[in-house]
């Protein structure tokens, strides 16, 4: 897989979507701007013994349940997939992106005595009340998310906990608001994610009259990626701190090298496995826009964890002559050779 030097995928952070089933209709989501071809599946406990297996997951720093399409709390086995990899791994640190909605108080319980200091929920929340977050988190469910928070918190208090909003135009007057509700329900960290998807970047898509993009100056992404601010509400040191330092140290070594900036090759953003079993080097290569055809036809054939084996895929060719071009659409954009001195870009998932 070695090409110009050391170009090989970093393997120490996993990015799955173990659902592709979510309850939600958030209008800027793949699920509603590329309706043809969403499935609802998921991925069971089996299948991660089976078809990822013990040996990769013993290898494993960091796994990120998040999806392209779904919501990780929606997969039925989540809690039990947890509890196999932290018996097969128990330094792993695990990362859980959701929505947070319609789940019963029970299942958080059952998941707060499996996650420990090592993990991080975040509690994607865009609005303070159901009226606001349902502006664009469509049919979501503000008092199940609430109920779920609170049962979490009484059981453990170690896990990080962040309220992850998106800057919109409906809430970019109230997010002082929502920092205050963040410590008042026991929130560790408010990230405030900064969006590409609006009029100004993309007129074609979202028209010039884009009433969901915030006019404050300063809260959308300036580049084709997003951008981020963390706001502290605790003094926890925040888990997975350890590899910064690991991630930046590979991007000093890519620029050496003069090599691709790619994160797949740096590992913060985690190699991907979505819900049908397929592996991608990043989550943006499989993300179902028609810019990404080549990827899609690469994962349904040659990367399916469903028909190879994980070292068959690893020792594919591919990896070490056509990927090293870095010419699709998202390498191009993303991951362009400059990022390399971004330590937002190398550093933050």
């Not at 300063?218 to 590899?243: D, I, K, Q, V, Y």
């Not at 140290?249 to 691709?260: I, T, V």
Request: proline letters at 4%.
């Amino acid at each position: 897989m070695a090409s110009r030097g050391r170009a090989v995928l970093r393997l120490d952070h996993w990015h799955i979507e173990p659902s592709s089933i979510c309850s939600l209709r958030c209008p800027r989501c793949p699920r509603a701007e590329v309706p043809d071809g969403s499935l609802n599946q998921q991925l069971d406990l089996e299948f991660f013994k089976q078809r990822l297996g013990a040996d990769v997951v013993r290898g494993m720093r960091k796994v990120t349940f998040c999806g392209n399409d779904g919501d990780p709390i929606y997969c039925r086995d989540l809690a039990d997939i947890c509890v196999w990899m932290k018996t097969l791994n128990p330094e792993i640190s695990i990362t859980i992106v959701t929505n947070g909605s319609h789940r019963p108080q029970h299942w958080w319980q059952y998941l707060a005595r499996v996650l420990d200091y090592r993990d991080e929920v975040h509690f994607s929340l865009d609005g303070w009340d159901q009226i606001s977050n349902e502006k664009y988190r469509v049919n979501s469910d503000w008092h199940s998310i609430q109920q779920g928070i609170q049962a979490f918190r009484d059981i453990n208090k170690d896990t990080y906990l962040v309220w992850a909003a998106i800057a919109f135009g409906f809430n970019q007057f109230s997010l002082e608001h929502m920092q205050r509700q963040a410590i008042d329900a026991g929130f560790d960290l408010f990230q405030l994610t900064k969006s590409t998807k609006f009029g100004s970047k993309y007129p074609e898509v979202y028209g010039t009259e884009d009433i969901l993009e915030p006019t404050r100056p300063g809260l959308t992404a300036r580049s084709h990626r997003f951008e981020r601010e963390l706001h502290a509400l605790t003094r926890r040191a925040r888990p997975g701190s350890m590899l910064k330092p690991v991630f930046m140290q590979r991007a000093k070594d890519l620029a050496k090298q003069q090599l691709y900036s790619g994160i797949c090759l740096i590992g913060n953003k985690g190699v991907y496995l979505n819900s049908k079993g397929e592996f991608y080097p990043c989550c943006w290569t499989a993300n179902r826009y028609p810019h990404n055809q080549n990827w899609h036809q690469l994962a349904q054939s040659r990367f399916n964890l469903r028909q190879r084996t994980f070292t068959e895929i690893m020792q594919d060719d591919f990896w070490s002559t056509e990927f090293l071009r870095f010419d699709s659409l998202e390498c191009r954009t993303k991951c362009t050779p400059d990022r390399l001195k971004d330590t937002e870009h190398t550093t933050e998932w």
